[in-house]
C-alpha cells in the first residue's frame, strides 16, 4: 500500500510539472480561446484576412466577425456584446464620453462606382457632390449618355457613408434612390444598373464596376497613402477605454496593430497604419 501511494503521488507531481510547462511563456501562441468582432461592414476583407490569419497561428483559437456596420459595431462594445468595434470612421465626441476609444488600424479609399457599360472615367469632388444633391441628374451633363442618374447609397449609420458625406460636404442633402446596408450591396446593385452610381471601400471593390478618378486621381493604395486621393477614411479597431480585453482578444488586438500584420492588411487593399 505504501509503495501504491508513493506511485500516486510521484504521478501527480510528473502532471504537475507537465502543465506548468504547458503554461510557460516560451510559447507565444495563443491555444485555445475567442475573439469577437461586429461592426463595419467594409472592414470585412481585411478584418477576415486577419482573423484568418490568427487562426492559422494560435491552434485553438476561434475568431468570428458580425457584420453589422460601424455604428451597430460601436454600439456592439460599448455594451460588451463583443470584444472588439469594427469602425470605418472616426468616433464621435459622445461616444469618446462613454469610454470609448479608437486605434487606427489602416486607412481605407472610398472608391467612387459605375457600371462597367457607363463611358464616363472621371469626376470632380464637385460633380460628386452635385450628383448626390439631385443638382446633376443626367449623365450627359458630366461627358456621358443620355441617361438618368440613379444614386445609390449607405443606410444612416455607416462609416462609408458618413466618411463619404462628410469629404463631399453633403451631410443631410444626399438625394438618394436606394439606401443599402452593405458594401457588397451597393457594389452588386452598381453592378446591374447602367445608370448608376455608388461608393464603396476600396478594399472591397471587385471588377463588376468601374472605379471613377476623382479629381484626375485614381483610387489605389499609392494615392491613399500619399494623400493624393482625397476621398478616403480610417478603419478603427474600437475598445472600452480602460477596461482589459481578454487573453485571446488582446493577442488578436496586438497581432492586427504590429508590423507582422502590414503584408496582410496590404493583400487585402487597405493602407496600414503602423
Do not use: H
Not at 2 to 24: N, Q, S
Not at 148 to 157: K, L, M, N, S, T
Request: charged share 25%.
Amino acid at each position: 500500500m505504501k509503495m501504491k501511494k508513493l506511485l500516486c503521488m510521484v504521478a501527480a507531481a510528473v502532471i504537475g510539472a507537465t502543465a506548468l510547462v504547458g503554461c510557460g511563456s516560451g510559447d507565444s501562441s495563443t491555444s485555445g480561446g475567442k475573439v469577437a468582432t461586429d461592426g463595419s461592414t467594409s472592414m470585412e476583407r481585411v478584418i477576415g484576412a486577419l482573423g484568418e490569419s490568427f487562426e492559422n497561428e494560435n491552434s485553438g483559437v476561434t475568431f468570428t466577425y458580425n457584420p453589422t456596420g460601424s455604428g451597430s459595431g460601436i454600439t456592439a462594445v460599448a455594451e460588451g456584446s463583443c470584444d472588439i468595434g469594427l469602425s470605418s470612421r472616426a468616433l464621435k465626441d459622445e461616444e469618446k464620453a462613454k469610454g470609448l476609444k479608437e486605434t487606427v488600424l489602416a486607412y481605407d479609399g472610398i472608391a467612387v462606382i459605375v457600371n462597367t457599360e457607363n463611358g464616363v472615367d472621371d469626376l470632380t469632388t464637385e460633380q460628386i457632390a452635385k450628383i448626390y444633391k439631385g443638382e446633376i441628374t443626367n449623365w450627359k451633363e458630366v461627358g456621358g449618355e443620355d441617361l438618368e442618374i440613379v444614386a445609390i447609397g449607405r443606410e444612416a449609420g455607416s462609416g462609408t457613408r458618413d466618411g463619404f458625406e462628410s469629404i463631399t460636404k453633403t451631410e443631410g442633402a444626399c438625394k438618394l434612390r436606394q439606401e443599402l446596408t452593405s458594401t457588397g450591396d451597393v457594389i452588386t446593385t452598381v453592378s446591374s444598373n447602367k445608370n448608376a452610381i455608388g461608393y464603396a471601400s476600396l478594399a472591397s471593390v471587385e471588377k463588376t464596376v468601374k472605379t471613377l478618378s476623382v479629381d484626375g486621381v485614381a483610387p489605389s493604395e499609392a494615392t491613399v497613402k500619399d494623400g493624393s486621393y482625397k476621398i478616403q477614411r480610417p478603419f478603427m479597431l474600437v475598445t472600452k477605454d480602460g477596461e482589459k480585453l481578454s487573453e485571446t482578444a488582446q493577442k488578436f488586438f496586438e497581432y492586427c496593430t504590429s508590423a507582422e500584420a502590414r503584408d496582410v492588411i496590404t493583400a487585402a487593399g487597405a493602407v496600414p497604419a503602423n
